[in-house]
């Protein structure tokens, strides 16, 4: 199995990479993560995963060994193919995957294109404790981010909001970003509430 290239960046586009190695070109499939950081010079180093199907052996690339493994991890999961996995990892960066995983967010899983409702519950229930072992929740360690979350989830409820759907709200924002303040958390909350 191809497990990574060292060679000359031959071509670039938001789909594809052609990698000449000792020679030989390959074509190596890539998100728009993996995109947005090939360096500008020849030289390039790319993580692979070798899809091997009865009617095509297809080689993705990975700027670093994290995506390439959550590509692999959402391989693992019944009804999510290389094409979708792809496509995920080119929406969302990793850390807002592993993100959205530990913290249940169907929503934003399902909001990629090509996964459906019971996909994203899939992807949720298979790699949801897989993630959770190598992925530090925010929520876990206290952290300012969990003090302005539980401040913010306070005031709208005071308000008279539902804390559910509060909690939702904010896991989105805090996923969006990470150093929202309180008050800056609540202003969002209150937008799409």
Known sequence: MVTHLNGKLVEKNP????????????LVH??????SKLP???SVFLYTHLSVREDAHTLYGFIDKTEREIFRLLLSVSGVGPSIARTMLSSMNTDEIQQAIVSGNVSLIQSVKGIGA???QRVLIDLKDKIAKTYV?????D???????????TALEVLGFSRKQSEKVLDK??????SANVELLIKRALKNL
């Not at 890539?30 to 995109?35: K, P, V």
């Not at 952290?143 to 989830?153: C, I």
């Not at 924002?173 to 990470?178: K, V, Y």
């Open 15 to 26: 789909t594809h990479a052609v990698v000449e190695v000792n020679g030989v070109g390959y």
């Open 118 to 120: 019971k996909t994203a």
């Open 143 to 153: 952290t300012p981010n969990n003090t302005s979350k539980k401040e913010a989830l």
């Open 137 to 141: 929740l925010d929520e876990v360690s």
């Open 173 to 178: 924002i805090l996923t969006e970003d990470r």
């Open 30 to 35: 890539i998100s728009l993560n993996t995109f």
């Open 40 to 42: 500008e010079s020849t």
